[in-house]
Each structure stands twice: as structure tokens, then as C-alpha cells.
């Protein structure tokens, strides 16, 4: 899809699915207008359920892109072309989920977003936080923002896990609040090639995240369940890998 085609089709798309939205989860939203209007920028929120990246996309001043697992996109029959249809419309990219070379993949792909002068968002504490804590930042999203040269907005959402109890699946009628940050310029922490300034500016970027969430901070990283067997044992015995 070409880029002012699929322009388009968020535009229409948000245009048609934010009075639904409004009327589902009756957002309050707070600090709108920290949404710069043109320009590549990054939306760094806290992450509470699989509906948060949607709220987000619908609630901010412009088309808002965020990552999506692949099969989204190669699902077949009237299912898969619903699933195509809807994620491509609010603006979602395709990325393969895993660590490694799957994540840079997946930083890679918001970096290209990013530099076409849209808006990206990001959850630098990772998955979804499945005890309502905030947990450590991982650095890639400052490796974005100071590769792309734009600015930082945080965002603190509240109530999206009472929307969808449980973080995934059914959806319910609640209250929801969208904290939107003053925008932080991390290029006064270093260059990305610093590992110690990605790590100073991620930090700068989660205590924002943690002032407009109110959430307590876990203090550590948030780590899914393991997978199988194997890497049970890997986070074992290489602990420093995590």
C-alpha cells in the first residue's frame, strides 16, 4: 500500500471508528495538543491490554502507526481479509515478535515510519504488564529517537485493563484515561551508538510515563512466561541475556 493511499485509508478509517470509540470506552483525555501535528514522532506509553495501542491511534490529534505481529496480516478467508482491513486501517505494521534479530527487525520498521514523518508509538516497558505495575524501559526506545532526531511524547494510560479485564479478549464498556506528555527532546543525553545515554534518556522517558500513569514502578524488567522448556533454562543459567 502506498504511502498517500494508506494515508487515506487511516484517515477514513479513524474517521469512522472514533465516534465507536468515544462511545465504548468514553476516553478523557488530557494534554492532546502535546501531539505535535506534523513531523515524525514518538509515543512512548505504559501498556496495560491488547486495546491500548488502538485507544491511542484514536484518541491522539493524528494517524498514530504501532507495531503488530505479523499474522495479523496473513490470516485467510473473510477473517483474515477483516483482520488485514482493520489493523492496516488504524495504522499498524507488520513485525515478527521475538528477541534478537526480531527486535531490531520491529525497531528497524518504526525507525522507517518515524523518518517518513509520522507518528510511531512504543511500549518501552515491553509486553503488557499482567500486575498493573510499571516496569523497567527497555532502550529501544530511545535508540529510535535519537536515530530519528524527534521528539518524545509520554503517554500514561489508566483503565484500559477494566476495558478488557485480563489484558486480551472480550472488551467492556469503562472508563478510560489518556495522559499525553509534554514532548522531551533526548538529544541533550548522547548519541544512540551510547549505551550509556540510551540508557539515561529510557530512564528520563519511563519516570515521565510513571508521572501520568500514577503506576508503582516493579523496579525491574518485565519478563513474558517462557515459551518451553528450553528457555527456562536459558534465563537460568544466562541471566545477564535478560
Known amino acids: 500500500m502506498g504511502g498517500c493511499e494508506g494515508g487515506r485509508v487511516r484517515f477514513l478509517s479513524r ?10 470506552f468514553r476516553p478523557r483525555v488530557i494534554g492532546r495538543r502535546n501531539v505535535p501535528r506534523r513531523g515524525g514522532v514518538l509515543i512512548a506509553s505504559n501498556h496495560l491490554a491488547f486495546i491500548d495501542s488502538i485507544v491511542l491511534t484514536l484518541v491522539a490529534r493524528r ?18 481479509g477483516i483482520q488485514r482491513a482493520f489493523f492496516g486501517g488504524v495504522g499498524a505494521v507488520p513485525v515478527e515478535r521475538g528477541a534478537g534479530s526480531a527486535a531490531q527487525d520491529a525497531l528497524d520498521a518504526g525507525l522507517r515510519v518515524l523518518q517518513t514523518g509520522e507518528a510511531f508509538s512504543i511500549y518501552p516497558g515491553g509486553t503488557r504488564s499482567r500486575d498493573g505495575r510499571l516496569y523497567r524501559g527497555r532502550t529501544g526506545v530511545a535508540w529510535l529517537a535519537l536515530t530519528a532526531g524527534v521528539p518524545v ?5 489508566v483503565g484500559t485493563d477494566e476495558m478488557q479485564p485480563g489484558g486480551k ?13 509534554e514532548p522531551i527532546d ?55 541475556r535478560r
Not at 511524547?153 to 494510560?157: A, F, I, S, T, Y
Not at 479478549?169 to 506528555?181: K, Q
Open 15 to 24: 474517521l469512522l471508528l472514533a465516534p465507536i470509540a468515544r462511545l465504548l
Open 63 to 80: 494517524s498514530v502507526s504501532f507495531m503488530a505481529k505479523s499474522a495479523y496480516f496473513t490470516g485467510r478467508g473473510v477473517r483474515g
Open 153 to 157: 511524547v509520554p503517554v500514561g494510560l
Open 169 to 181: 479478549g472480550r472488551i467492556r464498556f469503562a472508563r478510560v484515561t489518556v495522559r499525553f506528555g
Open 186 to 240: 533526548l538529544s541533550g543525553f548522547g548519541p544512540a551508538t551510547s549505551g550509556r545515554a540510551r540508557r539515561e534518556a529510557t530512564d528520563a522517558v519511563m519516570t515521565a510515563i510513571q508521572r501520568l500513569s500514577g503506576q508503582e514502578e516493579a523496579g525491574v524488567y518485565n519478563e513474558p512466561p517462557p515459551a518451553n522448556v528450553r528457555e527456562r533454562v536459558s534465563r537460568i543459567l544466562h541471566p545477564e
